[in-house]
C-alpha cells in the first residue's frame, strides 16, 4: 500500500505562470516531509523540505504547503521556468517509531515548463 | 568536496554473474543509503546503514547485501544477478538522525541484466 501518492504522473505549464505539484500521505506519523528535483542521468537533489509543526515554507521561487487534517501537501513554484522541467519526488519521514528517518518516496511528477 | 560518489556509472550483467557497486561519500555522514529506481516506482529503500560496521534491510533487500567496513564507504553486492534486478542504483548518505537534515544523492549506476 502506497503510503505517499503523488497521483499526477506529468504536469505541463507555461513559463511565467504557477507550477502546483501535490502529494498526499497515509501514514499519521509522518512528521517531516520534503521535496527532491531530479534531472534525467542525474542523481535526486534536495530542494525544500517543512516540518508538520508548520504549515508553510518558502525558498525563494519554491513554497510548500502542509495540511495535516488532509494528510496533503504541495509544491508550488512562482514563476516557472524551463529549467524547472525535471521529475519532482515528493518524500515522507517519521522520526518515531524505529524507522531511523528513512524516507519514503512517492512516485514522482514529471514537470514540463514550456517556453 | 566530491559529495556522494559512485562506481560504476554503467554496467551490463549476465544472469548468474555478480557485482558489487560502490558509494563513497566525504562528508562525514552517518547514514548511507542504497535505492533502485524503476520506471513509474519511484526511489526504493534496499538497505541503510546508520553507522560504521551497521546495516540494516529496506523495503526490497532479497538479492541484495551490502556491507559498511569504513563510514565513507557503503557497498552493495549482486550475488547473483537477475533480470529483475536491472534497474538505476542510487546511494545517499545523511548527517544524522537528530535534526531533520536531508539526503544526500549520489548520481547513480545503471545497471542491466541480460
Known amino acids: 500500500d502506497q503510503q505517499v501518492k503523488q497521483n499526477s504522473p506529468s504536469l505541463s505549464v507555461q513559463e511565467g505562470r504557477i507550477s502546483i505539484l501535490n502529494c498526499d500521505y497515509t501514514?499519521?506519523?509522518?512528521?517531516?516531509f520534503l521535496w527532491y528535483k531530479k534531472y534525467p542521468a542525474e542523481g535526486p537533489t534536495f530542494l525544500i523540505s517543512?516540518?508538520?509543526?508548520?504549515d508553510k515554507n518558502e525558498d525563494g521561487r519554491f513554497t510548500v504547503f502542509l495540511n495535516k487534517s488532509a494528510k496533503h501537501l504541495s509544491l508550488h513554484i512562482v514563476p516557472s521556468q524551463p529549467g524547472d522541467s525535471a521529475v519532482y519526488f515528493c518524500?515522507?519521514?517519521?522520526?518515531?517509531?524505529?524507522?531511523?528517518?528513512?524516507?519514503?518516496f512517492g512516485k514522482g511528477t514529471k514537470l514540463s515548463v514550456k517556453p | 568536496n566530491a559529495g556522494v560518489t559512485q562506481t560504476p556509472k554503467f554496467r551490463v550483467l549476465k544472469t548468474g554473474q555478480s557485482m558489487t557497486l560502490l558509494c563513497a561519500q566525504d562528508?562525514?555522514?552517518?547514514?548511507m543509503y542504497w535505492y533502485r529506481q524503476d520506471p513509474g516506482m519511484g526511489l526504493r529503500l534496499i538497505h541503510y546503514?546508520?553507522?560504521?560496521?551497521?546495516?540494516a534491510k529496506g523495503e526490497v533487500p532479497d538479492g541484495y547485501n551490502v556491507s559498511r567496513l569504513k563510514k565513507q564507504n557503503f557497498l552493495l553486492g549482486l550475488e547473483s544477478a537477475a533480470p529483475s534486478q536491472t534497474s538505476v542504483y542510487f546511494c545517499?548518505?545523511?548527517?544524522?538522525?537528530?535534526?531533520?537534515?536531508?539526503?544526500?544523492f549520489g548520481p547513480g549506476t545503471r545497471l542491466t541484466v541480460l
Open positions: 546503514s546508520v553507522g560504521e560496521g551497521t546495516t
Open positions: 562528508m562525514n555522514h552517518e547514514y
Open positions: 518524500a515522507a519521514s517519521a522520526r518515531m517509531g524505529g524507522s531511523q528517518g528513512n524516507l519514503i
Open positions: 545517499a548518505s545523511r548527517k544524522g538522525l537528530i535534526s531533520y537534515n536531508e539526503q544526500f
Open positions: 517543512i516540518s508538520s509543526i508548520k
Open positions: 501514514n499519521s506519523m509522518f512528521d517531516y
